[in-house]
């Protein structure tokens, strides 16, 4: 783009020649003071408000009425364009802190899996039992219904048959009639050298095709290194790669193993899988939220 020319215009002896006119002076219009600007919060006041009115409530109101306030459209609209979308701020620093104390706790969950054993990568994870923590079962219980939507319709433009009901109970009794009986929520233990393969979290015949993840350390503080990163296979294309910026906190929605992607022939469908690059240092707690039981 050119800039403009910020130079005099010269109008040479004609421009001089001329009469000026004689304008008579005009009265000033008095003018109200502008208002100041309204300060706006901090953005830690407004998540130390909502904290505090989730715990009034309780946890599983409190995340309903917190996901339910969500901005969906646009949770939508970054899931239909890139294939995942981050909703900051989802846990607070001590909810964090919590969850990612509750690995040592070993009560709480059906098995532990160390990941160079099964040649997934370096680390390692455990599942929750049934019941879950109310804080986990709350949050899957609140964000199904609205990603329950999102995967109908892209079902619908991916021409795959299975819809999904409104309800998780509902999704959850079709898993267990197929033999989908084991929860699938997990809490991962990264320290430094550690990683995570490219993969898909499938676990069955009947797959929710969204899940999500929380970050329960802080980047830069507790570990470096250890970047969630996402790819796309794309017919006769090469793959695309994507790392997802995420804080302490954070939950990233993403595509379990495909999604539509509008062509120049029409809908297709891109392949995904996803993982996490090596810790660098220090130790990396992750929160993973699977809508879908395995067998």
């Not at 370096?122 to 964000?143: D, K, M």
């Not at 433009?157 to 959850?172: N, S, V």
Request: proline share 8%; hydrophobic share 40%.
């Amino acid at each position: 783009m050119s800039k403009a020319d910020n130079g005099e215009l010269d109008f040479g002896d004609a421009a001089a020649q001329r009469k000026p006119r004689t304008v008579p002076p005009v009265a000033p219009v008095p003018r109200a003071p502008a208002p100041a600007p309204a300060e706006a919060a901090p953005p830690q006041r407004d998540a130390d408000a909502a904290l505090a009115a989730r715990r009034a409530v309780g946890a599983a109101a409190g995340i309903a009425v917190h996901v339910a306030g969500l901005d969906w459209q646009a949770i939508a609209d970054e899931l239909n364009a890139h294939g995942y979308a981050i909703l900051p701020g989802m846990l607070a620093a001590d909810e964090c802190a919590a969850m990612a104390a509750q690995y040592a706790q070993p009560q709480l969950f059906r098995s532990r899996v160390v990941m160079s054993q099964h040649g997934f990568g370096s680390g390692e994870y455990q599942y929750f039992r049934y019941p879950l923590p109310s804080l986990i079962a709350a949050l899957r219980q609140a964000l199904y219904g609205p990603l329950a939507r999102i995967a109908n319709r892209w079902h619908a433009l991916m021409d795959l048959p299975d819809r999904f009901p409104a309800e998780h109970t509902e999704f959850l009794a079709r898993c267990h009639a197929a033999g989908q009986t084991r929860p699938t929520p997990l809490l991962l233990q990264y320290s430094a050298g550690d990683y995570n393969c490219l993969h898909q979290d499938l676990y069955g015949d009947h797959v929710f095709p969204l899940q999500a993840a929380i970050l329960l350390s802080q980047p830069g503080q507790d570990f470096d290194g250890g970047e969630f990163v996402l790819t796309e296979q794309r017919p006769r294309m090469q793959s695309r790669v994507e790392v997802v910026p995420l804080k302490r906190g954070d939950m990233v929605i993403f595509a379990v193993n495909h999604r539509p992607v509008q062509g120049t022939r029409g809908i297709y469908r891109v392949n995904l899988r996803h993982g996490v690059s090596r810790l660098r240092a220090g130790t990396r707690h992750t929160l993973g939220i699977i809508f879908h039981d395995a067998h």
